[in-house]
């Protein structure tokens, strides 16, 4: 029988979240914890489940560290984050975190069903595009991050990293060409990429991102 955690602290998503999952399969254990420390001693006590599902902004701890212990300490385990937070930069870090899925709020149920489906049959499940419609200039908080972010985390290579630095020192893409021995046009590539990356349109909302994802350039040259 199917065996399954979800680390949730708001009671009434938590709730139905437990509720929805029940129906995946009959005879379906599905467990819940409020907060994260909760759920580690329970995964500690308990026998192996079969999937976590993780929200991402839970209280006492950056969503992003906790995905990464539960990674280190329970590596057998499929984590599936569930979260409001679905813009391309966040879903980017989660899978490459070593999550198993990432499932917006957004989702019907039978979505939802259909996506954790799809992770407990050994496939990841991250979502075509942004469910929530919110935009990294909009006011809409993301997930507490403590630590710092490296560009390839959100999925920058080291080249469109040291181009997003410049950036984010003013160079224009001339200066950039000059400082990295680029043509120009090869510069707006690698800029057009950033932006695709971090699911922003220019370079204002490209700095916004660095600012609230606390990406770190310290090694990117």
Excluded at 14 to 35: F, K, W, Y
Excluded at 66 to 78: E, I, K, N, S, T
Excluded at 136 to 156: F, H, I, K, N, W
């Amino acid at each position: 029988m199917l065996k399954l955690l979800v680390i949730e602290d708001h009671a009434l998503v938590r709730e139905g979240l437990v509720r929805l999952l029940a129906q995946i399969e009959p005879g379906a254990t599905v467990l819940d914890r409020p907060d994260f420390e909760s759920a580690l001693a329970l995964l500690d006590g308990e026998d192996e489940f079969d999937l976590i599902l993780l929200d991402l902004a839970l209280p006492g701890i950056d969503g992003f560290a906790g995905l990464d212990v539960l990674r280190r300490h329970y590596p057998a385990v499929p984590v599936a984050v569930v979260s409001a937070f679905d813009d391309l930069p966040t879903i980017t870090r989660v899978m490459n975190l070593g999550a198993s899925g990432f499932i917006p709020k957004a989702f019907s149920g039978e979505a939802l069903l259909a996506a954790v489906r799809r992770v407990l049959a050994g496939h990841l499940f991250r979502p075509d595009g942004a469910y929530s419609g919110a935009r990294l200039d909009d006011a809409t908080p993301v997930p507490p991050c403590r630590t710092a972010v490296q560009p390839e985390e959100v999925g920058l290579t080291e080249r469109q990293a040291q181009v997003l630095a410049l950036m984010v020192r003013g160079l224009s893409n001339r200066e950039i060409a000059e400082q990295l021995g680029l043509s120009e046009g090869t510069v707006k590539i690698h800029a057009t990429a950033v932006f695709k990356a971090l699911g922003v349109g220019s370079r204002t909302q490209a700095l916004v991102a660095v600012a609230r994802y606390g990406i770190d350039f310290a090694r990117v040259f």
